[in-house]
């Protein structure tokens, strides 16, 4: 099985940065790439950045220039550097591990909030 756990949230001014820690526990190889979602009040919850296992990254629109995402040891660690904040960014950050076979896991989320 596999375990997926987010750190890193907080409160910070606009123009900040913030960065958020998802760490994957269990059967790691069947990790076939690492999603950060965002759900803001009121919203639905959508897709912020993503990084499969050959490296290949993928991101909003509304993030791109802004936020990197990064992996380090396969998967075992997958980090969301969020630079330039706006108070748009503020939202629960999840983090999401897409297995072979179609499963997907997901943490229990990670508060981001951008005060203007």
């Known amino acids: 099985q596999v375990q997926v756990v987010e750190s890193g949230g907080g409160l910070v001014q606009a123009g900040g940065s913030l960065r958020l820690s998802c760490r994957a526990s269990?059967?790691?190889?069947?990790?076939?790439?690492i999603n950060w979602y965002r759900q803001a009040p009121g919203s639905e919850r959508e897709l912020v950045a993503g990084?499969?296992?050959?490296?290949?990254?993928e991101y909003a629109d509304s993030v791109k220039g802004r936020f990197t995402i990064s992996r380090v040891n396969a998967m075992n660690t997958v980090y969301l550097q969020m630079s330039s904040l706006k108070p748009e960014d503020t939202a629960v950050y999840y983090c999401?591990?897409?297995?072979?076979?179609?499963?997907?896991?997901w943490g229990q989320g990670t508060l981001v909030t951008v005060s203007s």
């Open positions: 999401n591990a897409e297995l072979r076979g179609g499963r997907a896991i």
């Open positions: 269990g059967i790691l190889f069947t990790i076939s790439g």
């Open positions: 990084i499969t296992r050959d490296g290949s990254t």
